[in-house]
C-alpha cells in the first residue's frame, strides 16, 4: 500500500520547496538519468527493453526507496493494468532483483488496485508524483484529472499538507505542459481555472509563491511544525 509521510509537515513541505529550486540545476548520474527518461517518454515511445532496464536500475540505483517508490508504484500500477504483457514480463524476472524491499514492492503493486488506491488515498505530494509516474506509463488523461483535482488545494491555508500538495501539483502542471505537448493540449482544453493558470504561469512563479506563502503562515502561527502529529 501507499505510504504516508511521517516527516513534520512543515519540514516536508520546506524539504519540497528546496527540492523543487534545485532540480534545474541538480545533474543526475547517467543510469538515473536515462532510467528516468524512459519513465518519462514511455507513454510515447514505448520503449521495448523497459523490463531489462528496470532490473538493472533497481540493481544499481542509490536512490532512497521512500523516494523512488511511490514513482515505481504509479508507474507500474497503471502500465500493468493496460498492459498484461509487460506485467508478465516484469515478474518473469523479478528474482533477478537483489533489493528484497524492492522485490516485496513489486508484490504490493500487483496485489493492489491503483484506482481505488488514488481514489481513497489522502491528497500528497507524492501522491501527485505517482500520478505523474501513471500519466507517464499511459498517457491517460484521468491521472492528470487527478492531478487537478489536487490543484484545488493550492487555496488551502489551514492544512500545510494539502497546501503543499496543491502548489506542487500546479508547478508540475506548469513544468509538464511546457515539456510534453498532450499534457499542455490537455490543459487547454479543460474547463478549469487551475489549468488555465498553469499555462499562464512559468513553474517558477508557483516555486517561489510557495515558499512565500509558507513563510507568511509560519510566521502567523498557523503553521506551527508543533502542533503537527503524525496520523
Same mark, same amino acid.
Given at each position: 500500500?501507499?505510504r ?7 519540514? +516536508?513541505?520546506? +524539504?519540497?520547496?528546496?527540492?523543487l ?5 541538480r545533474a543526475?548520474d547517467?543510469?538515473? $538519468?536515462e532510467?528516468?527518461n524512459? #519513465?518519462q ?5 514505448n520503449? !521495448?527493453? +523497459?523490463?531489462?532496464?528496470? =532490473?538493472?536500475f533497481? &540493481?544499481?540505483?542509490?536512490m ?6 511511490p514513482?515505481l ?9 493496460? &498492459?498484461?504483457?509487460v @506485467?508478465?514480463?516484469? %515478474?518473469?524476472?523479478?528474482?533477478? =532483483?537483489?533489493?528484497?524491499? $524492492?522485490q516485496? #514492492? ?8 491503483l ?7 489522502? !491528497?500528497?505530494p507524492? #501522491?501527485?508524483?505517482?500520478n505523474w ?7 491517460n488523461?484521468k ?5 487537478l483535482? &489536487?490543484?484545488? %488545494?493550492y487555496?488551502?491555508?489551514?492544512d ?15 513544468? &509538464?505542459?511546457?515539456? $510534453?505537448?498532450? =499534457?499542455?493540449? %490537455?490543459?487547454?482544453k479543460? @474547463?478549469s481555472?487551475?489549468?488555465? #493558470?498553469? +499555462?499562464?504561469?512559468? !513553474? ?13 503562515q509560519?510566521a502567523?502561527?498557523?503553521?506551527? !511544525?508543533n502542533?503537527?502529529?503524525?496520523e
Open positions: 500500500m501507499f504516508r509521510p511521517s516527516l513534520s509537515v512543515l519540514k +516536508l513541505a520546506l +524539504l519540497l520547496i528546496i527540492t529550486l534545485a532540480a534545474p540545476a543526475q547517467g543510469a538515473a $538519468h532510467y528516468g524512459i #519513465l517518454t514511455y507513454y510515447s515511445q520503449d !521495448p527493453e +523497459l523490463v531489462g532496464k528496470t =532490473v538493472t533497481l &540493481n544499481t540505483t542509490s532512497p526507496y521512500q523516494r523512488l517508490a514513482m508504484q504509479g508507474f507500474f500500477g497503471a502500465l500493468f493494468q493496460q &498492459n498484461p504483457a @506485467k508478465t514480463a516484469l %515478474y518473469a524476472r523479478l528474482g533477478e =532483483v537483489k533489493s528484497a524491499e $524492492h516485496q #514492492l513489486f508484490q504490493r503493486i500487483r496485489a493492489t488496485n484506482d481505488s488506491l488514488y481514489a481513497q488515498a489522502r !491528497p500528497t507524492q #501522491l501527485n508524483d505517482m509516474s501513471s500519466y507517464f506509463a499511459t498517457g488523461p491521472y492528470l484529472d487527478n492531478l483535482r &489536487n490543484a484545488q %488545494y487555496a488551502e491555508r489551514k500545510l499538507m494539502l497546501f503543499v500538495t496543491g502548489s506542487s501539483a500546479m508547478w508540475s502542471l506548469s513544468s &509538464n505542459a511546457r515539456q $510534453h505537448p498532450a =499534457v499542455g493540449a %490537455y490543459l487547454a479543460a @474547463k481555472k487551475n489549468a488555465a #493558470l498553469a +499555462l499562464k504561469k512559468e !513553474p517558477g512563479y508557483f516555486r517561489q509563491e510557495m515558499t512565500e506563502i509558507v513563510q507568511q509560519r502567523k502561527g498557523v503553521w506551527d !511544525p502542533s503537527y502529529r503524525p
